[in-house]
């Protein structure tokens, strides 16, 4: 009677591991991941083919999942290997506008194989392009001087005035959050894709390139500016 019983729990097991290996084999069956799914999130997020693919497949095809799902990834990757030395890279140039906007931008990276890549020389591009469209301040909050910041809160908070005080920090804080972001480069939207900012786009490439990369330094000259 107990070995019957044992049987009868085991045929339970296995028809309940069958259902739900015959669940998952139909729920992976039923959105195929194509060629054009794979490129078109390689173009959105700059990631490299096999890992597009992945994440296509870990989020049943859902592009918008996909792509969050590797800036999550790109980010962990990114933050491991950000304090590696970056002494290699280039300098790339850029001019606009028929020779009225000019920038240099240094991008390092750690080894002379990558800097001599072509995916990091368009990265490189790129970033320099960004810069003579848009004319950030500055790469990070960091290179901001603490007096700019202090004159920008001034403003923000008169511009506060009148309204209910439990908001007013909030607000403060936000319009202040909204300035910096716009003023420094790496958190700015990227003009040929505002959906992925600079630091986003330079993550994907260190997690595709597997080394740390950084933005050293630009400079962006304008006639009559």
Known sequence: MAKTKQNLLLSNQFQSAFQIFTLLKYRNMSVQITAKMVGELRESTGGGLMNCKKALV??????????ALLRKKGEA???KKAGRDASEGI????IHLGGKVGVMVELNCESDFVAKNDDFKALA??????????DPACISRDDIDPSIIDAERKVVEASAVGKPEAAISKIVEGKL????AESCLLEQAFVK????TVQELLTAMISKMGENMVV???VRYQIGA
């Open 58 to 67: 870990e989020t049943d095809g859902n592009f918008e999942e996909a792509a």
């Open 77 to 79: 990757t990114a933050a």
């Open 91 to 94: 300098i790339e140039t850029y």
């Open 125 to 134: 591009r790129d970033i320099a392009m960004h810069i003579a469209a848009v």
């Open 177 to 180: 959050n909204r300035f910096l």
């Open 193 to 196: 894709n505002p959906d992925q």
């Open 216 to 218: 050293k330094r630009f």
